[in-house]
């Protein structure tokens, strides 16, 4: 193919795929394909651009809008903003299980709906396809599609909005126990269904006498284990988010218990509505994170709301960075991926490093941190060796 041909294949998305021009009905299955493809490269351009951090002014994103027209580019970011609004270093596989929820409930007809650890033996082989296939193409952005990414709805968001639904019905032997029962205005979260963006109305007093309810529905096993295209069995979404909104720091220590769920789909939120909840769960926050029983992820999450909450507040900052350092000093007991977890944190705030430098120092030194998830270098910009190096 000549050079002329590459340039012209690359700014003709629009003139090339009809369906782009009207957005009407659905697309051929040449064009379902080619608008994949398209947004797959889009995608990998933006997350190029925000990596090098280049600004919304500048040339290249004026080029992505040229090539791809600014419709694409426009829901490109929205689908970015929407999987990044509230990232969590501590849980951040929960997302990828809460979005295949959300694609099985409505395209997952005819499928199987897998177990966590089916999909993660399923990835497995979806990623040596993967590395096959980069190599064979010499591309970081593989064209055509692996059985896994079928079975498993890969990208569905890539193409929701130009395929049919498929909504696939409760099996006979779908195996969940009865959920709880629910009054007024707690019950009208049963209807709401997989809209996780949805703006709610808490004008009603009785929110706040709803509150115990709107816990036990964020806990409740039939509503959490229940099928994913039931409109219910969203509800326990809804529940936690509306107890953040509603500032209910007394339900802080019960939904720790989300994060211990083997088919975790709720607990990356928790950080920020924990954060929310404040100042009546500051205290439920450290007793969670000192509570040497309870687990590494429900702890790290605890620390991460925490973290949040020290965001532009230098009294919240200098109280964590007390705390942080005190659990980093620990000789027993202690957990090393939490201590990643705690460094990473501060890292982030502003003066904690330089205050806590012989406490961070001595928890590597000690082999106290599990470094494939933070390293000494991470933090001081150089490795140990350089130091105890500079120091003789």
């Known amino acids: 193919m ?18 782009l021009n009207h957005r009407e009905g659905y697309p051929t299955p040449e064009e379902r394909e080619a608008i994949i493809q398209m947004r797959k490269e889009l995608m ?10 280049a600004p919304k002014e500048d040339s290249h994103h004026q080029a992505l809008i040229t090539k791809y027209g600014a419709d694409e580019v426009l829901l490109a970011f929205d ?19 809460r979005s295949y929820r959300e694609g099985f409930a409505r395209f997952g007809a005819g499928l199987q ?39 498993l709805l890969s990208g569905w968001q890539d193409w929701a909005d130009f395929t049919p639904l498929a909504i696939p019905p409760r099996p006979a032997d779908f195996d969940c126990p009865a959920p709880g029962s629910y009054s007024s205005p707690v019950s009208k979260l049963l209807a709401y269904g997989p809209d996780l963006n949805l703006q709610y109305d808490l004008s009603d007093p009785k929110w706040r006498k709803a509150i115990p309810a709107l816990t036990r529905m964020a806990l409740d096993p039939g509503l959490l ?13 809804h529940a936690i988010h509306i107890l953040g909104l509603l500032e209910a720091g007394e339900s802080a220590p019960a939904l720790a218990q989300l994060a211990d769920l083997e088919d975790d789909w709720l607990s990356d939120h928790l950080p920020h509505i924990w954060a929310d909840m404040e100042p009546g769960s500051i205290p439920s926050l450290w007793m969670i994170l000192e509570d040497r029983t309870a687990s590494t992820k429900t702890r790290g ?41 705690l460094i990473s944190f501060l890292k982030d705030m502003e003066g904690a490093v330089d205050e806590l430098e012989d406490e961070i120092t001595d928890a590597f030194e000690a082999g106290c941190v599990d470094e494939s998830y933070v390293t000494f270098e991470d933090v001081f910009g150089y490795d140990e060796e350089e130091e105890k190096t500079s120091d003789r």
């Open 2 to 19: 000549s050079k002329r041909k590459r340039t012209q294949h690359k700014t003709a998305w629009k003139s090339e795929i009809e369906w």
């Open 44 to 53: 990998f351009e933006i997350i190029q651009l925000m990596i090098v951090n």
């Open 79 to 97: 689908r970015l903003q929407k999987n990044m609004g509230h990232y969590t270093r501590t849980a951040s596989d929960v997302n990828g299980r």
């Open 113 to 151: 709906y897998y177990t966590p650890q089916e999909i993660e033996d399923l990835l497995d082989k979806h990623l040596a396809w993967l590395k096959d296939n980069m190599l064979q193409q010499r591309s970081l952005v593989v064209k055509g599609h692996s059985s896994v990414e079928h079975l």
């Open 225 to 237: 284990h229940g099928w994913p295209s039931e409109s219910a069995s969203w509800a326990p979404w």
């Open 301 to 341: 999450l605890a620390a991460e709301a925490l973290y949040n909450l020290a965001e532009d507040d230098e009294a919240m900052t200098r109280l964590v960075t007390k705390g942080f350092g005190k659990i980093l000093q620990w000789e027993t007991n202690f957990d090393p991926r939490l201590n990643g977890y």
